[in-house]
């Protein structure tokens, strides 16, 4: 099963412009439709791919904050794009709904559901090809869909957003020190960029990931990093590394690999700050297991 945004109530309008502007469509691109977008919620799936599924309503649900909704025309020529921020709308504006005019013709509609923090940056260039641009991929969720306009008669169409990356959890058994600031994780395959079409890494060169360490000395530590996949499922060597103020490597292990599936989270548990880390053994469960069960290191 996977985690999933419903999409639901695209409705195709009668024309409802100017006469000059409904004229000058019609002469030019042999009609004009109003189209309305709404994002109405999430349906949210815990644990294995057969486990049970709870509604959670999209402005409720802190892993999307901004949607982006594009349409390109198949001759790849980008027509429309408008991304929505919530808590930052633009007048009049509700978050999941979009409303844009089409002119008839045929188009491939693309979301992108995601969260942005500090600098980070998301961009789409077509149905196939989209990149985190600046950081590291957080949580992201797609769907494509083609569309054809055939004329001003109302059509109800309907679509899922799909959860795509692959997460990595870094959980530590020992308590962090006082000179570890950052914790970095080295995916040695599949990329930051992706194609929301297939869901999956348009590269297989790996990705990096640098998160603050995020709790007090002395307090054990959850790392988190995401991952685009080139396959729906794929293993790869990940390196383990805690940083300090100066971004200077303190510890560092590279553990072997490591099974990845995207829709999924990956734990590894170990120690990473004290100084028995460095001499300890890591072993990788390799049987897929639901979500909430770790692969110990």
């Known amino acids: 099963m996977k985690n999933s945004i419903l999409i639901a109530g695209m409705i195709l309008l009668a024309a409802s412009c100017s006469n000059d502007e409904c004229g000058n469509f019609v002469e030019n691109n042999g009609g004009y439709t109003p189209v309305t977008v709404s994002v109405s919620g999430f349906s949210v799936e815990q644990g294995d791919f057969s486990g049970t599924t709870r509604a959670t309503a999209i402005g409720s649900y802190n892993g999307v904050s901004f949607i982006t909704l594009a349409f390109y025309a198949s001759n790849g020529t980008e027509v429309y794009k408008h991304t929505q921020e919530k808590g930052n709308l633009e007048q009049g504006e509700t978050f999941g709904e979009f409303s844009t005019p089409l002119p008839i013709g045929s188009y491939t509609m693309v979301v992108l559901g995601y969260v942005l923090y500090d600098d980070d940056a998301l961009t789409l260039t077509s149905p196939t090809q989209a990149e985190w641009t600046v950081n590291a991929p957080r949580e992201t969720f797609a769907a494509t869909q083609e569309v054809n306009v055939t004329n001003t008669t109302a059509l109800n169409l309907s679509a899922t957003l799909d959860r795509i990356v692959a997460q990595l959890r870094v959980i530590s058994t020992d308590k962090r020190t006082a000179n570890v600031e950052k914790v ?88 990473i700050y004290s100084a028995s880390a460095a001499a300890g053994s890591f072993e990788v469960n390799t049987i897929w297991l639901n979500e909430e069960d770790p692969i110990n290191f």
């Open 184 to 271: 970095r994780m080295t995916f040695a395959a599949g990329g930051k960029q992706f194609s929301p079409t297939t869901g999956l890494a348009t590269v297989n060169t790996g990705s990096v990931s640098t998160v603050s360490a995020a709790v007090a000395v002395g307090e054990r530590s959850g790392s988190i990093g995401y991952v685009f996949l080139a396959t729906d499922e794929q293993t790869m060597d990940v390196t383990i590394e805690t940083l300090d103020a100066q971004g200077n490597t303190i510890f560092s292990k590279t553990v072997e690999n490591v099974p990845f599936q995207r829709n999924r989270k990956t734990k590894l548990t170990g120690a």
